[in-house]
């Protein structure tokens, strides 16, 4: 096995999602076994570490490269649409759309386009509980741990609830009004603001998916973050997928074989503050505009990623039977940890204990 695999396998783990051999250790160190000739890509975009593994179609040196190239490209793709979806950048799309907030419509990419409307679509199904207009809560909650860490970093402050119901009024899906016609996106009140963290990596994952499925590839996982998808098998064998314990640092809650399906994991564990023993996390509560207090870390299966993602942070902020009956509803299955740490599970997904 080579050092990238080895290195791929460990930070899944970190981040909440691992791949794991056929037999799964607890700690989720072995290296990636599977199929010959396995091109894997690993690096940073949209803040945090992407990585691909694609099987080549044909055990010989054309199909390794033919199988690099297209990795190169997966990777390519992810970048570019961090360049439309990033706040980092005012000439970026969402930045414009924000920057117009209240004034005037922006004309988006359909890429942009595609994301924005799957967002409302969530949002709606969701209850509002997913919005991506959180953004101006999310300036106030600042935190700065690095991904897949167990170990608490510093909250500069806890905003208080004068200033938390004053940013509220800015957070609203039904307020970012999207036009079919001319694709365009606005912001219906001066101050409100979108961001994209909480779907742009699983959208980012599914184009890639697409990008692979559209030159032949069968056998791959692509993954940004704690978004994952894995398409067809690891060489012989299914794609094991751990999940990571929330209060148990290098520690797993137990393994999936997945096939053809996205995993994306929620958890209070990734970038949070422990202040006078109360645990502050990102994952905020859009009824409350404090973090969620119904879950420690939530995992979905769900078709597509985009899909998996709004609908982790959704059941995590509705927590066990709640979250549950939420996925059900939506066709999903999902493992959940409640605050008290009672793990849930819907009926008919197996999932094998650590060992």
């Known amino acids: 096995m080579n050092r990238q695999h080895r290195a791929l396998c460990l930070h899944l783990v970190l981040l909440t999602l ?3 051999p056929a037999r799964a250790r607890a700690d989720g160190t072995p290296p990636l ?9 690993v690096g940073v975009a949209m803040g945090t570490k992407v990585q691909l593994v694609v099987c080549p179609l044909t055990a010989d040196a054309a199909g390794e490269a033919a199988a690099k190239a297209i990795a190169d490209q997966g990777f390519a793709e992810v970048g570019r ?5 990033t706040t980092w950048s005012p000439d970026s799309e969402v930045s414009r759309i924000n920057a117009a907030a209240g004034k005037a419509p922006v004309a988006v990419s359909a890429e942009t386009w595609q994301v ?17 207009t959180f953004a101006p809560l999310g300036a106030v909650w600042k ?8 170990e608490p970093t510093k909250l500069a402050r806890v905003p208080g609830a004068a200033e938390v119901k004053k940013l509220l009024a800015l957070v609203g899906y039904t307020h970012l009004r999207l036009d079919a016609q001319k694709h365009t996106a606005q912001l219906e009140r001066p101050g409100m603001a979108i961001h994209l963290g909480g779907i742009g990596k699983g959208a980012a994952v599914d184009r890639v998916v697409a990008l692979l499925r559209a030159q032949g590839y069968r056998d791959f996982a692509v993954q940004a973050g704690g978004d994952l998808y894995c398409g067809g098998q690891n060489g012989q064998r299914p794609w094991r997928v751990g999940i990571a314990h929330p209060r148990k640092k290098g520690e797993i809650l137990g393994s999936l074989d997945i096939r053809d399906a996205a995993f994306s994991t929620s958890g ?15 994952i905020l509560d859009p009824r ?15 078709p597509s990623a985009i899909a998996a993602e ?5 059941a995590f902020i509705l927590g066990g039977a709640d979250g549950l009956r939420y996925l059900a509803a939506h066709g999903s299955q999902g493992v959940l940890v409640d605050a008290a740490g009672q793990l849930w599970q819907s009926p008919g997904l197996v999932l094998t204990p650590a060992q």
């Open 81 to 85: 649409l961090e360049g439309l979806w």
């Open 18 to 20: 691992a791949l794991l």
């Open 310 to 314: 709004v609908q982790t942070k959704t």
């Open 288 to 302: 409350t505009g404090f973090p969620a207090t119904a879950s420690q870390s939530v995992t979905v299966l769900a």
């Open 116 to 132: 924005l409307e799957a967002a409302q679509q969530g949002a709606a199904g969701a209850n509002g509980l997913f919005d991506i």
């Open 268 to 282: 209070d564990y990734e970038r949070f503050a422990i202040l006078d023993g109360h645990r502050y996390h990102h």
């Open 143 to 150: 935190f700065d741990t690095p991904p897949g860490s167990h």
């Open 33 to 41: 076994a599977g199929c010959a000739g396995a091109q894997t890509r």
